[in-house]
């Protein structure tokens, strides 16, 4: 839920909807959720909330990695999803912003770009022409960004790391 949803007080619901949506964006990038509640104690929305987006991420990346995945996510991706969990609703972008986004409108790849990828990274053409096959636009940039980019080693986070870095 949106920060202002807890304040009890009114809101429009555009913002609560994009606010949303950013959080549905960065579960299909990451595979789990930018954070448990949209609420200051909650140690990783603190880090949206005192405006600190690098160590939001950096701490995302290294439990991505802890758990041995691939960390492949473009500074205009990341941008854009903290644009969309922005703190304060007057701030979030509009769904026309999102539109008007470097992410939103790059070129994505052709079949055959997605193909070579696939081999250079030894998957078998089969699986790559399947998921290729079956994936919308929108599928395909997330699975070539996926493929082409490197992620950044750090080490493991703690509790103590995370109230560490926001004093």
């Known amino acids: 839920m949106a920060?202002?949803?807890?304040?009890?007080k009114g809101y429009d619901g555009r913002g609560v909807d994009?606010?949303?949506?950013?959080v549905v964006?960065?579960?299909m990038t990451v595979g789990h959720l930018p954070f448990g509640r949209a609420d200051p104690r909650d140690s990783f929305y603190r880090f949206l909330f005192k405006g600190r987006e690098?160590?939001?991420?950096?701490?995302?990346?290294?439990f991505m990695e802890n758990k041995s995945k691939e960390v492949i996510i473009s500074k205009e991706?990341?941008?854009?999803?903290?644009?969309?969990?922005?703190?304060?609703?007057?701030?979030?972008?509009t769904i026309t912003k999102i539109k008007e986004s470097y992410w939103y409108?790059?070129?994505?790849?052709?079949?055959d770009e997605i193909m070579r990828k696939m081999l250079e990274k030894?998957?078998?053409?089969?699986?790559?022409?399947?998921?290729i096959e079956e994936s919308t636009q929108?599928?395909?940039?997330m699975f070539i960004d996926d493929t082409t980019q490197a992620g950044t080693k750090i080490t493991s986070p703690t509790k103590d790391n995370l109230k560490m870095d926001l004093e």
């Not at 409108?105 to 079949?111: F, H």
Request: glycine content about 2%; hydrophobic content about 45%; charged content about 25%.
């Open 138 to 141: 929108a599928d395909k940039k």
């Open 77 to 93: 991706l990341k941008m854009l999803i903290c644009k969309m969990l922005a703190v304060d609703p007057e701030e979030r972008l």
């Open 105 to 111: 409108n790059e070129n994505l790849p052709t079949k």
């Open 54 to 62: 690098d160590l939001f991420w950096k701490y995302h990346i290294q």
């Open 18 to 22: 994009v606010f949303a949506a950013g």
């Open 3 to 8: 920060p202002e949803l807890y304040l009890n």
């Open 122 to 131: 030894k998957i078998s053409p089969m699986s790559a022409e399947m998921h």
């Open 25 to 27: 964006l960065f579960l």
